[in-house]
């Protein structure tokens, strides 16, 4: 889907109301919404900064995949001040992150190209982040089995997210859309938080129960309890 074209400087002013998503995901509680009401109240800084500029959205995505891989670079430092700037670098990004979009709702230059690109980023910086993370740890503490565990870890956030867009596809809901940003906000917060006091062995451990606790209750309730009719075969 294409933008429509304007005429030079007929762009609208950037729009914090309209930069915002429609809806948050079902049965997520306010008070955790972290998100939606300072995320999002940073990232239209950057979003209307860029407004000013002529930054297209997908700069904005570009711009935070590369913030997010040198934060994952440090992790590989293995040491305390290495994990602080890499949960600086990281938060970072998710603010560029939720900026793209602020800024194709709020300038009308949505794409279904832009929102691919970034699921499609977003999904190779959990994967570079939390890989760097434990590694990181493991050369600051030495401790194989944890390490070992962490990958499991890390297998099990990525297998999660694998699941909630194959429920999606399944259930005929566009995925496109950001989906799932809210929660991805809340996580890369609490692994600043984590980096900052040096434990985290602490968020990896989260990481580890968190995601397979989740993978068995969508599969309980996606697939068992509300497991939708299937229309009968045709007759022969």
Not at 8 to 30: I, M
Not at 31 to 51: C, H, K, M, P
Not at 77 to 92: E, K, Q, S, T, W
Not at 140 to 145: A, E, I, K, L, P
């Amino acid at each position: 889907m294409r933008p429509m074209s304007k005429a030079p400087g007929d762009t609208p002013e950037f729009d914090f109301q309209r930069s915002l998503k429609s809806s948050s995901p079902r049965g997520l509680l306010r008070f955790v919404q972290f998100d939606r009401y300072v995320n999002r109240r940073l990232a239209a800084l950057i979003a209307r900064a860029a407004s000013r500029t002529g930054l297209r959205p997908n700069h904005l995505t570009v711009a935070a995949f590369a913030v997010s891989v040198a934060g994952a670079l440090f992790y590989l430092r293995g040491d305390h001040a290495g994990f602080i700037v890499a949960g600086l670098l990281i938060y970072l990004s998710t603010i560029l992150d939720g900026a793209d979009g602020m800024l194709a709702r709020s300038k009308n230059l949505c794409t279904r190209f832009g929102a691919y690109l970034d699921l499609y980023l977003d999904r190779i910086t959990d994967y570079l982040v939390m890989g760097a993370m434990a590694t990181g740890y493991y050369l600051q503490s030495g401790r194989h089995v944890f390490y070992i565990l962490s990958l499991f870890g890390l297998g099990a956030y990525m297998l999660q997210t694998l699941l909630y867009y194959l429920e999606r596809e399944f259930r005929r809901i566009q995925t496109g859309s950001g989906a799932s940003g809210e929660f991805r906000g809340l996580v890369y917060l609490g692994i600043l938080v984590f980096s900052l006091i040096d434990r985290l062995d602490l968020v990896i451990i989260i990481l580890l129960c968190v995601p397979v606790l989740n993978i068995i209750y969508r599969f309980i309730r996606f697939w068992v309890i509300e497991r939708p009719e299937e229309a009968p075969p045709p007759s022969p």
